[in-house]
């Protein structure tokens, strides 16, 4: 690892440091010996705790991992003027990247601890958002995909996004009802709701640029106080929809400080039921790895088998 951030960036590191949260990627705080660092990504096979998992064919945001993603990702929220660490060196053959050391503190913590001080940076992510949500394009999918993502609903063989979601959603919920008698006991009228909620929605055509993932713990607060977008292999078209679902889960109360672009309510109801059981099968699933805190993942199951659970007479 020394040889390789040597070649890349003229000097070695004389420290490197596993920073925690990452599931499919490794992550390092690299150190210098003038006091710098920087930020080294790792797309090893081994970095990968996600087992595998039976899957919707053309679901953008299932194993959304890996260098290639990363790169285009990367140029286009540049291009789309979004703060993103600057990238030090790409390295295709190993498998890295080494990015700006962009801040030591994520907006989840500025939140709890200064929500006066968490202000400025909130408003700039939803500038940030709405630059991103409104360009938009008329099919879906990654930036960079296999042949069946990405396909325009409109050219044969084509889908529309919500039906994704819907056999997404229910390709969860029969994973999931095998390992919980409760959600066993319930899928029936889990599916039925499912279902209901997808009939409600209108057909659309145009998709915005998302991240599929942003919660505050995906922003770093940059050197100048402004946001810093990570984690950002997931970005794809898709519904605006789909990310302001996970974005009122995730930011909460201060979700409005984001001032959000217009929204269909029927397809933000379906969305945000559909990653309420992909919250269930995804921590119960890797929570059958190694994955070191396991504890964690199996009390957010938990939580999502009881919002799963509360559906209307």
């Known amino acids: 690892m020394s040889d390789v951030v040597a070649a890349a960036l003229g000097r070695p590191p004389v420290g490197l440091e596993r920073l925690t949260g990452g599931t499919k990627k490794g992550v390092y705080r690299l150190r210098f010996g003038d006091g710098g660092t ?9 970095e990968n705790y996600w087992p595998p998992a039976e899957t919707v064919p053309d679901d953008p945001f299932t194993d959304a991992s890996g260098l290639e993603l990363f790169a285009a990702n990367h140029a286009a929220l540049t291009a789309a003027r979004v703060r993103v660490p600057h990238l030090l060196s790409l390295d295709r053959r190993a498998g890295l990247a080494i990015v700006e050391d962009a801040g030591g503190e994520k907006l989840e ?31 879906w999918g990654r930036l960079v995909a296999p042949a069946a993502v990405g396909t325009s609903p409109a050219s044969p063989g084509g889908r529309r996004a919500e039906d994704v979601i819907l056999d997404r ?4 919920l029969g994973s999931v009802a095998g390992r919980d008698g ?30 599929g993932e942003l919660g505050p713990d995906h922003v770093l607060v940059g050197p100048g106080g402004e946001p810093v977008m990570i984690d950002i292999e997931g970005l794809t078209h898709f519904d605006v929809e789909w990310e302001h679902a996970w974005l009122q889960m995730r930011f909460r109360d201060a979700y409005p400080a984001l001032r959000p672009v217009e929204l269909d309510p029927d397809r933000l109801e379906l969305y945000r039921y559909a990653q ?12 059958e790895t190694d994955f070191p805190d396991r504890d964690w993942m199996l009390q957010l199951a938990e939580w999502n088998i009881a919002k799963a659970l509360d559906l209307p007479e």
């Open 38 to 46: 920087a930020i080294l990504y790792s797309w090893a096979d081994a």
């Open 169 to 172: 959603a229910l390709g969860h």
């Open 276 to 287: 309420v059981l992909a919250l269930i099968e995804g921590p119960l699933r890797i929570a």
């Open 182 to 211: 409760r959600l066993t006991a319930a899928s029936g009228r889990i599916e039925d709701h499912v279902r209901r909620l997808h009939a409600a929605i209108s057909p659309r055509r145009v998709y915005g640029l998302v991240h």
């Open 109 to 139: 913590a500025l939140m709890e601890r200064d929500p006066a001080a968490a202000a400025a940076p909130l408003a700039e992510l939803g500038e940030s958002l709405r630059r991103m949500h409104t360009a938009t394009s008329a099919t």
